[in-house]
């Protein structure tokens, strides 16, 4: 059903179409997250505080890293988001504010279906068993879909020919990602934490740090400049050590 659904949406080519259909899927996952709020409290109203809640897991902690980095996958909107405001000089302020908002929304929410749930979470997601109305996989997939056929057709010429073995690749990789999920079961959590250990950590932090030094080269004080090295050097070391932690403990 997956597949059926979102193999046409990939093929929409001008992503500028999805802006209006970005709104309603904000407002499903605000829908969402009162609905798990109101269910948890229901919870919490007939069965009391959740058993079982270990205030570190010891065993797969470093899981949580990679899939706290994961949280910055739309670092890359950052950018773009600056050159077209208004007051660019404001921005750095709004995105501390918006970021530190999140932050603050990630933890509360986490921290309270967990103290309500205890060992009853034995998913990784909490949203499992509700239904899944998500409409934001065209949009996740289109920079992929790009760069993939910037690579395939880069030699073609523009004609129908083309035009339909675009859509056929879109396909395939709708029909790959779909048949991926299903492949990772329970461990979706395991996946997450990798890919943000392993493709999340240099895009948040270590090449930005890398620009940065490029960029302002001989304009940087040596505090600067230490602090830099400091993020390309711990991010590397999150990059491979948590992504082989992961991946070892991925059946724990």
């Not at 279906?113 to 949009?139: E, K, R, S």
């Not at 392993?198 to 001989?218: D, Q, V």
Request: aromatic residues 16%; hydrophobic residues 50%; proline residues 4%.
């Amino acid at each position: 059903m997956c597949f059926v659904i979102y193999a046409p949406l990939c093929l929409v080519r001008k992503i500028e179409k999805f802006s209006i259909t970005h709104i309603f899927a904000d407002a499903l996952i605000l829908i969402t997250t009162i609905v798990i709020l109101i269910y948890a409290t229901m919870y919490l109203s007939d069965n009391g505080w959740g058993s079982g809640i270990q205030a570190l897991n010891t065993a797969t902690w470093l899981d949580m890293v990679g899939s706290a980095v994961y949280s910055y996958e739309g670092i890359g909107v950052v950018l773009p988001l600056l050159e077209v405001t208004q007051k660019p000089e404001m921005y750095p302020k709004i995105l501390f504010y918006v970021l530190l908002t999140v932050m603050a929304l990630y933890v509360s929410f986490g921290e309270y279906c967990l103290f309500i749930y205890g060992d009853q979470l034995v998913t990784p997601l909490i949203t499992n068993n509700l239904p899944q109305n998500a409409i934001t996989y065209p949009l996740q997939l289109h920079p992929a879909s790009i760069i993939i056929e910037s690579y395939i057709f880069k030699n073609m010429e523009k004609s129908p020919k083309r035009q339909w073995l675009k859509n056929l690749s879109r396909t395939l990789l709708v029909a790959f990602t779909v048949l991926f999920c299903l492949s990772l079961g329970n461990n979706l959590d395991k996946f997450i934490s990798v890919l943000g250990s392993l493709a999340c950590t240099p895009i948040s932090f270590t090449l930005p740090c890398i620009f940065h030094l490029k960029l302002f080269e001989g304009e940087l004080t040596k505090r600067q400049v230490y602090i830099d090295y400091f993020i390309i050097g711990f991010s590397i070391f999150i990059t491979f050590f948590c992504t082989g932690f992961t991946i070892y403990h991925w059946n724990s």
